[in-house]
């Protein structure tokens, strides 16, 4: 039987994993079971005008097509001090990768393609991050030691990003614990990824050099929802000083988890923290189900140290019962290889991630370190599942294999190949052993992929082109007395304002406070009434509605000091905030026009109740007053707003029925 296969076919039948619990369920006695513990490594730009150590613009993106030149070059490891090679770097290394730099002429320079030393450090970002250390509560440096951090993912051009620690032992404060940090370090940001196909990666230099912080923390989150609370609180923290950017890839986290028994993973590049329970969760039972595995595993096999792969070469007709291997083989010359894995029946398709199996631990590998593109395996139990009546024993017959082994089907270029087998076995090995350190990409969809062996410290070693800093006393000081108001000051702060918690995201995301605080003490306006026009109201029309490019939060105090002193009522701030939005620079007088508002004393819009009353009776005979009270105020409505508040409204119009006197106090 043959049938065309599809991608999908990889990851559709999966085995429950022993222990898992989906996320909507799972109490913090499931998370103590498996021993959750998780820490957090948040990446904050700063707001420069040049970047990091050199005078190019901190601020431009440039479109993925708009460059003025490529440059081409290959990665190699260097030694560290001790005379060792850092593990990543040696598996980059091993994909043999082409690096393609797309360079637009203003916003690049000779520094970021490593062709002139480093300027000295931008002393705008260094203060900015001293100011954020500060807030944090971390103990400030003496001096700052600029040094190198080996990268040969080709993210930077050099191959090392130069980075420094600029404070140590801090924390922050969470609503129900304390949670310590690490320490905070500014350095410059990397590429940004074009594409990464085969042995061709291609990156745009124009977020290169950009100043950039990192907050470390300890391992004290004990539960998913705590991680994404501390990656709020950190941005919170970051953006309340105004010198950070904000958008799309300004900030981003990297989430270190591990379970009893398992090991530090660190999920890369979670650009939204709303991911991260899901994303936590998901890793902390892909660890508890690679330790199930490695149980499984060790009762099977009573030599793990012997165990070693057998492979045999395959004809596409072979596999004649699968078609795409066979044309994908025909078509680009492509080798198909049988794997023979001893023992490991059962383990393939074995539960480890929502939708996932060991399998994809293999496939996920193949397409890092091998370069093979998926889809790029088959495995025994999934052919089993969908082609029922395949003839595998001729392949297993030819592997010698045992009915306790599982076998995969892998094709790629020849070249590639022996990359591959090395790979399968590695991975395999590691089986038996330990849940692997490494990098893993995170998805949207609350799972994550494989993405680079974890770092170590021979990868950090001194940047010789660079003095240290000494950082002088009456300096620090100096910047204390700037300081913000602590976050959880803040949160204090919305609360006895009696503002809506489900405005505090929005207001401590865009840093709103300081503006309702203006227009509480400046403008008089109720808090509760600023909170909600910024949290709810300004909340809802910036989803529906693209900003102009000047817009600002100030242009709403700008608003409201506009309608106090024409003496119009606030709420008419909410039918104005979508034409300030679209376009800032159009003057308020043009908007109340645009809206046909017409300023109408409020006594006129009083001495119309009762003659609606009265025409209420005659159109509808109920003897409700509530539909009476609702008529009226949708009547009166469009007249009222902006000239009565529409509650002060609402009490008049029931004294009205009550008394039969529209009268404006009760």
Known sequence: MKRNFSPRDNYQKTKSAVGYVPLHKATQADYD??????????????????????????????????????????????????????????????????????????TACTYDIDDTPPFPINKQALDIALEIALLSKLNIVGEVHITRKQYLDGSIPTGFQRTAILGVEGEIRLRNKRVRLIQLSIEEDSCREVSDVGHVRTYQTDRLGIPLIETVTYPDFANPDEVREGAEYIRFLNRSTGKVRTGIGAGREDVNVSCRGGTRVEIKGVSHNKWIPEITHNEVFRQWALLKIRRILNKKVKNPDNWKIQHKFLNPEDIEFISEPSILAKENKYKIVAVNLPGFRGILSHFTQPGKTFANELSDRLKVIACIEKPNLLHSEQIEQIFPDAHLHKIKDMMNSNPNDAQLIIWGPADDIPTALETIEERCKMAFERVPNESRKSLEDGTTIFERVLPGPDRMYPDTDSEPIPLKEDHINQLKKNLPVEIHERYEQLRKWKIPEDTYNYILRNNLVPVIEKLIEELGVDPKFAGTLFGHDLKYIEGRHAHSSDFSYEKIYELIKFLKQGKINFALAKIMIPFVVRNSKKDFASILTAIDFKQIPKEDIINEIPVLKKKFKEINKSRNKDAGIHWIMGELRKSALGNISLAELKKIVENTYKTGIPRTKT
């Not at 904050?44 to 005008?49: D, N």
């Not at 708009?66 to 040696?90: N, Q």
């Open 33 to 106: 079971r498996v021993g959750f513990k998780a820490g957090l490594e948040v990446h904050q730009q700063l707001k420069t005008e040049k970047k990091l150590f050199c005078n190019c613009p901190a601020r431009i993106y440039n479109k993925y097509d708009d460059y003025d030149a490529e440059i081409i070059r290959h990665m190699r490891p260097t030694l560290s001090e001790l005379g060792e090679y850092d593990g990543t770097a040696l598996m980059e290394f091993k994909t043999r990768k082409t690096i393609i730099y797309r360079i637009k002429n203003e």
